[in-house]
């Protein structure tokens, strides 16, 4: 398998512009996860999905951040309008079971917004 | 309010010697931890954990201990190895709640 696969690895945006962060996760993989990672806060759950349904999304900051999965393959994490505190990597994670277990990280999107 | 927390930033030492990385925790709902280890431009990747059933699990070079009582728990690797130089990250979960509780890391540095 080739593991979780993000996309873009690197994004450089202007303020107020929409970035959207895109993500497969690893196939049979039942819950999925977006993270972000700072130096002041380091890494932080956003949202996370089971069966590609939105479970807790309390760690998303705003309203100017969505996410969606509309199938198993495929998942959003979506910023409109962007600003510069939003610069940050994003990381995406899935894994196979209910309950606590290990969670495969893809390689992260580094964004910066200008 | 962190609830794990990695008070050591960074940590050096020699190849061959002991590294021990520590953790601690504040919620005593907690029940499952695991180490995950990390390359600069990489996501983390999975080491190792340990149930609150066990006090000590182990995987080769790797053992992690949990002190319950203490609310503490610490990684072990022996012998250190240069490719072990990374960040290295505590997280915690409750049975009750899927989510990981994550500690800042600890960047470990092995000299040669």
């Known amino acids: 398998d080739a593991g979780v696969i993000q996309s873009p690895r690197h994004e450089v945006t202007e303020m107020g512009q929409e970035v959207t962060l895109r993500c497969k996760p690893i196939s049979g993989h039942d819950y999925l996860f977006w993270y972000r990672q700072t130096m002041m806060r380091g890494l932080e759950l956003l949202i996370y999905f089971n069966n590609n349904v939105p479970i807790d999304d309390s760690g998303m900051p705003e309203d100017r951040f969505s996410a969606k999965m509309p199938n198993a393959s495929f998942s959003t994490l979506k910023i409109q309008p962007s600003e510069p505190r939003d610069s940050a990597v994003y990381f995406c994670?899935?894994?196979?079971?209910?309950?606590?277990?290990?969670?495969?990280f893809g390689p992260g999107t580094r964004l910066t917004v200008l | 309010d962190q609830q794990v927390k990695q008070n050591s930033p960074s940590l050096s030492v020699q190849e061959g010697r002991i590294s021990i990385l520590n953790c601690d925790y504040t919620n005593s709902m907690f029940d499952y931890f695991l180490w995950y280890k990390k390359y600069p431009a990489e996501g983390p990747t999975f080491l190792i954990s340990i149930s609150s059933i066990k006090d000590k699990n182990e995987d080769g070079r790797f053992t992690v201990f949990l002190n319950k009582s203490a609310k503490h728990l610490s990684l072990h690797i022996v012998p250190s190895q240069p490719g072990d130089s990374a960040v290295y990250f505590c997280a915690a979960s409750a049975l009750s709640n899927y989510q990981l509780i994550w500690g800042a890391g600890t960047k470990l540095i092995i000299k040669p």
């Open positions: 994670a899935s894994s196979l079971r209910q309950g606590p277990d290990e969670q495969f």
